[in-house]
């Protein structure tokens, strides 16, 4: 029996052919989606697959995938109520919401996951459909072999690989996986799948730390220039109003899509369409608190008419009023906010200059 040195966890080896199949059964419980890489960039999508054997672009190397994962739990629209209201208690959303499988997660996902369901299943309301799709994902997590230059987990005290809020999780090495259960719902997957899984051969544990160290030192490399987020939460509670927020919103273009592509970013706007001559929905949808119409109230009223009090709100909320409430910075570090944003923007550099401001 191997112990893991990180996850103390009982660790298992499977090799690549066994792996598949138990992804084949898997798939037949629920829809199945794994990492595939763009052809022309490398870059990863989770894809549905349905066919087996799997496509021979699939890999479970690499970093997080472009996607985050709170797009299957929150949907970017769905209908939350209709009126006339229907003669059930009945959410308007199928409660038959399929079992899904999503291979290879990445800690900066799996952590952004725990940290909105503080906010939609944990508190004091509970969003039905949220939870809905919450309790039908099983998820298998994966180390980064790679990390982007994006990447900041390491300044949030996170690290490349996972090591909670996964029902199984895989490290890559050579001939297969070394692979854990996180979950009980995972633990009953290795007993009934026990066929697939052998003890690790000798060396496979130490290549895996090995690599593990690997991404650790190039991640401290590419943030080396970065201050970790240490203190930033009181830092930037204490300087609400300090000039250095129109510097990092002077490039911001609004255009929204660091909240609408950020993993822990939750906020929904709703609004009423019409069905057809007698029946009406409610709709729910991604919002995003960088354009102008987000805070505004009836008589047209808006606390936060400028750009600048918008840009501050955001990193105010994510690493403050959440640290408050919640008692968690809102950030896994994934780095997408920074790949997607038209202006160039770098919440890291933010950091930066909001320390430097403090300094002098």
């Known amino acids: 029996m191997v112990i893991s040195l990180f996850t103390k966890k009982l660790m298992l080896f499977i090799d690549s052919t066994n792996f598949e199949r138990l992804l084949r059964k898997l798939s037949s419980e629920g829809e199945l989606f794994i990492p595939v890489p763009e052809e022309e960039t490398g870059k990863l999508h989770l894809q549905r697959v349905e066919d087996f054997p799997l496509p021979e672009l699939v890999t479970f190397e690499g970093y997080r995938m472009v996607e985050p994962l709170k797009a299957f739990a929150q949907l970017l ?131 895996r730390d090995e690599n593990r160290q690997r991404v650790v030192k190039k991640l401290a490399e590419n943030n080396g220039d970065y201050p970790s987020v240490d203190g930033l939460p009181e830092l930037i509670r204490e300087h609400l109003t300090a000039d250095i927020w129109d510097d990092i919103a002077a490039k911001c273009v609004e255009c929204g899509a660091c909240t609408n592509i950020c993993p822990t970013c939750y906020c929904f706007l709703l609004y009423d369409q019409k069905v057809d001559g007698e029946h009406f929905q409610r709709i729910a949808s991604w919002d995003s608190c960088q354009v102008t119409g987000y805070a505004r109230m009836a008589g047209m009223l808006n606390p936060r008419p400028r750009l600048t009090d918008r840009v501050k709100h955001r990193y105010h909320h994510k690493y403050d009023y959440l640290v408050l409430s919640h008692g968690a910075v809102y950030c896994t570090g994934c780095g997408r906010c920074i790949d997607t944003c038209s202006a160039g923007i770098d919440m890291r550099d933010a950091f930066r200059k909001v320390k430097a401001a403090v300094a002098k």
């Open 77 to 207: 629209r769905y209908p939350v109520a209709e009126y006339p209201s229907p003669d059930t208690d009945e959410l308007p959303e199928d409660k038959k919401v399929p079992a899904f499988v999503i291979v290879g997660a990445r800690a900066c996902d799996i952590y952004a996951l725990e940290l909105v369901d503080k906010v939609q299943v944990e508190g004091e309301f509970v969003d039905p459909f949220y939870k809905i799709r919450r309790e039908k994902m099983f998820i298998i997590a994966a180390d980064c072999t790679e990390c982007g230059e994006s990447c900041f987990c390491n300044l949030l005290g996170n690290g490349p690989w996972p090591e909670r809020g996964y029902d199984l999780a895989i490290s890559k090495v050579s001939g297969g996986f070394l692979i854990v259960a996180g979950s009980e719902q995972g633990e009953k997957i290795v007993e009934t799948n026990g066929e697939f899984f052998a003890e690790p051969r000798e060396g496979l544990v130490a290549a």
